[in-house]
Every structure is written in structure tokens, then in C-alpha cells.
């Protein structure tokens, strides 16, 4: 869903058209709200599963090196959701300088379109 409404975003801010009666910044800001609350939702469900194989791991007879695996997946995944949700935070606010004047649409068209491929990587 995050996706959609991130690429929906992306084609209304290239063609300016409204979706829902929504202009180009209104649907950027759901869509942005929209995707930071399920990649938060995503990485609280990584911290919370891990610390329950943690303590199931601790308790049992199971070996310590699962809880490994578990920490390496880990260590892969949350630098570049972190990073993600920085990206595209950067991106919404540079949408308001472009709104101003401040940077060219340009600028804001590339990040947009990096953001959106390491989203897609992640």
C-alpha cells in the first residue's frame, strides 16, 4: 500500500493532477504519514519478535546461535528502513522549498526518484 501511494505521489507531483479532489502536497502528506506509521508499525514487529526468540532462546535448550541469525537479519533490515524514512521525510519537506522557490523541482524529482528505488530495494 505504502508503494502505491508513494508512487501515486510521485506521478501526481510529475503531471499535477488531484487525486480525491487532493492537490499534489495534500496526497504527498497522507501518503507520507501513511508510509512512516506502517514502516514504524514494521520495525516495532522486528523489535518486538526478536526479543521474544531472545528470551524464548535464553529459557530453552535452543542454541544461542538462532538468536544470531535473528541479530544479523536485523542488522541488515533497520539501516536502511531508518535511512528510507529519512529520505522520505527529506523529500516532503524539500517538496515545500520547491513550493517556495527555495530548490528546483528538479532537485526534488531526482531525490524522489532515488528514495523511491531504495524503497523498493528495501
Request: net charge positive; aromatic share 18%; glycine share 8%.
Amino acid at each position: 500500500m505504502s508503494c502505491a501511494l508513494l508512487f501515486l505521489t510521485g506521478i501526481q507531483g510529475y503531471f499535477q493532477f488531484n487525486i480525491i479532489k487532493a492537490s499534489h502536497q495534500q496526497f504527498a502528506l497522507f501518503s507520507t504519514i501513511f508510509y512512516m506509521f506502517s514502516e514504524t508499525l514494521i520495525m516495532f514487529y522486528f523489535i518486538g519478535s526478536g526479543t521474544a526468540i531472545k528470551k524464548e532462546v535464553s529459557q530453552s535448550d535452543i542454541p544461542a546461535i538462532t538468536y544470531d541469525k535473528v541479530k544479523k537479519t536485523k542488522m541488515i533490515l533497520f539501516p536502511h528502513l531508518t535511512l528510507n524514512m529519512l529520505l522520505v521525510g527529506i523529500v516532503f519537506i524539500l517538496g515545500g522549498a520547491v513550493e517556495t522557490g527555495s530548490i528546483s523541482g528538479f532537485i526534488h524529482g531526482i531525490l524522489y526518484i532515488t528514495t523511491f528505488f531504495h524503497f523498493i530495494y528495501t
